[in-house]
C-alpha cells in the first residue's frame, strides 16, 4: 500500500475508527463478495443497514441465544466427537462455530449433519478467500471465479431455502397464524421482514448473508483455538488454576478475553479519507490518503498491559477505558456486531454469575474442559503452514473421562 499512513497508538485508533471522513478501505480488492455489505458501507447507508441488522437484538436476545439455541447447536454439531472420545480442534471448532454463525445469519441446515457443515464450510472458505484478496498470493481473477461460483451454489444449496421458509413464515404473521415471537430470530428474517427491497436486491442479499458467515465463522474459530490453548497451557502449570476456572466462570471469561487481546483475528483495520482532513497520528491528510490501524500492535502496548503485554496473564489488571480484549473486536461505527455474541459482556463489580452473559467463547471452551477435554500427548498440536497468519493448524484432543468437572 504506497503512502501508508500508521497508527497504533490506543487513543488514536479509538478517536480515528469513529472520524466521519475515513472509509472502509480493506475489502476494496474482495469487491466480489463484499460490494455493498455492511462491513463495507460508509455514512447515511451503513448507519441505517446497521440500525436495521441490530433489530435481531431485540429483547432477551442474547439469554435466549445462550440458553436454547447455542446448547442445541453445540451438542448437535460435537456429538460425533464426543462418542468418538477425540476431536481434532480445528475441525471441530470450525463446525461449531459454522453452525452457531448460521444460526444468526439465518441459514437453516435441514440435515442437521457433518457433512453438510462441512458443505458450508467450503462455500464460506471460498467467500472468505475474497474477502481478504487483498492479501492472496494466488492470481486474483481465479479467485474471483471461484467466489463467483461458490455465489452461485450457495443459492440451490442453502440461501434459497432458508429465505422461502422465512418468507412463508411472513406470510402466516400477516395472515395472524403465528405471532412475532415465532419467527426466527436471526439477520435474514429481519431483511425480509423490513429491509428495502429495492437495497437488498437478490445479488447484495446473497453477498450480505455470505459476508455474515465468513465475518463470523472464521474469527470465532480461530479465537477459540487460541483461547483453548493459552488457558490449557496456562492451567496446567498449577492444579489451583484449574480449580478456579472451574469455579468461577466470570475469571473463566476473564481468561477468553486476555486470549482474545493476544490474538485478534483482524491485527489491522484500513481506511481511506473522503475528503481532506486532520488526524491526530498521521497529520494532515489529502483525499483518497490510507491509514492502517494497528489493532493487534495496539493490544500489546506495555504502557497500558504492562511490562509482560506479551504474555497470557487472565489477573492483569487493565486501566480504564481499556477494555479486556483491547481493539480485537474494532471500535467506532463498524465496531463487530458478533462481539457480544462472541464474547459476552464484560463483568462489573458485582456482576451475577448465574444471570451472566457469557459469550459463546467462553461456553464452548466451559463445556470442552468440562467434558475432559485435553491435548494428546502423542501427536502434539501445530502451527498452520499454509497461511503466513499464526494459527493453529493441527490440534488433536482428547475427552479424558479422569479431567470431566463433576458436580
Ligand atoms: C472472535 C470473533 C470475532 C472477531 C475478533 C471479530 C472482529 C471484527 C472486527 C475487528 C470488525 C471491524 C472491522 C473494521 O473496523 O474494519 C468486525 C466487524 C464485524 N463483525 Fe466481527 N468479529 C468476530 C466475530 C463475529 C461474529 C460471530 C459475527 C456475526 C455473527 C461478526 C459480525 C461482524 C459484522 C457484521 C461486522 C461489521 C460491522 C459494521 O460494519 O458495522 N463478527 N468484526
Known amino acids: 500500500m504506497p503512502n501508508t499512513h500508521v497508527i497504533s497508538d490506543s487513543g488514536q485508533i479509538a478517536a480515528g475508527l469513529r472520524h466521519p471522513d475515513l472509509k472502509q478501505a480493506l475489502y476494496d480488492e474482495g469487491a466480489v463478495i463484499m460490494d455493498q455489505t455492511l462491513l463495507t458501507l460508509h455514512g447515511e447507508q451503513h448507519r441505517k443497514r446497521r440500525l436495521l441488522e441490530f433489530r435481531v437484538f431485540r429483547k432477551d436476545f442474547f439469554h435466549w441465544y445462550e440458553r436454547t439455541v447455542f446448547p442445541q447447536t453445540l451438542l448437535q454439531s460435537m456429538a460425533p466427537d464426543i462418542a468418538a472420545g477425540r476431536s481434532e480442534l480445528i475441525d471441530l471448532g470450525y463446525r461449531v462455530t459454522m453452525n452457531l454463525t448460521a444460526d444468526f445469519a439465518g441459514i437453516d441446515r435441514p440435515d ?70 415465532e419467527l426466527p430470530r436471526d439477520v435474514l428474517t429481519v431483511i425480509l421482514q423490513m429491509g428495502d427491497p429495492q437495497e437488498f436486491t437478490p445479488e447484495v442479499l446473497s453477498r450480505e448473508i455470505a459476508f455474515y458467515l465468513q465475518a463470523g465463522a472464521h474469527s470465532t474459530a480461530n479465537s477459540t483455538i487460541h483461547a483453548f490453548h493459552d488457558i490449557y497451557s496456562w492451567a496446567e502449570e498449577k492444579q489451583s488454576r484449574w480449580d478456579r476456572l472451574r469455579g468461577d466462570p466470570i475469571f473463566f471469561q476473564r481468561a477468553v478475553h486476555e486470549s482474545l487481546r493476544l490474538h485478534p483475528a483482524s491485527p489491522v483495520a484500513w481506511r ?119 494459527n493453529w493448524g493441527h490440534y488433536p484432543i482428547i475427552f479424558d473421562e479422569g479431567r470431566q468437572w463433576r458436580a
Open 112 to 181: 442437521k449433519s457433518t457433512e453438510e457443515t462441512t458443505r458450508l464450510l467450503r462455500l464460506v472458505s471460498t467467500f472468505s478467500e475474497g474477502a481478504t484478496l487483498v492479501h492472496s498470493t494466488r492470481p486474483k481473477d481465479e479467485v474471483r471465479t471461484e467466489v463467483r461460483q461458490a455465489i452461485t451454489d450457495f443459492g440451490p444449496q442453502f440461501l434459497d431455502h432458508s429465505i422461502s421458509r422465512r418468507r412463508a413464515l411472513l406470510d402466516r404473521l400477516d395472515a395472524g397464524e403465528i405471532k412475532e415471537e
Open 272 to 390: 481511506r479519507t473522503t475528503c481532506p482532513m486532520h488526524l491526530d497520528g498521521a497529520g494532515d491528510l489529502d483525499e483518497g490518503e490510507m491509514v492502517e490501524f494497528r489493532l493487534a500492535e495496539s493490544n500489546r502496548n506495555k504502557s497500558i498491559y504492562g511490562d509482560d503485554a506479551d504474555l497470557f496473564n487472565p489477573h492483569r489488571s487493565i486501566p480504564v477505558p481499556h477494555l479486556p480484549f483491547g481493539h480485537t473486536f474494532g471500535t467506532g461505527v463498524h465496531t463487530c456486531l458478533g462481539r457480544d455474541l462472541d464474547g459476552g459482556v464484560v463483568p462489573r463489580e458485582g456482576t451475577d454469575p448465574q444471570t451472566h452473559q457469557y459469550g459463546t467463547i467462553t461456553l464452548f471452551l466451559r463445556d470442552l474442559f468440562s467434558r475432559g477435554a485435553r491435548q494428546n500427548h502423542d501427536d502434539p498440536p501445530r502451527m498452520a503452514t499454509y497461511t503466513a497468519r499464526p
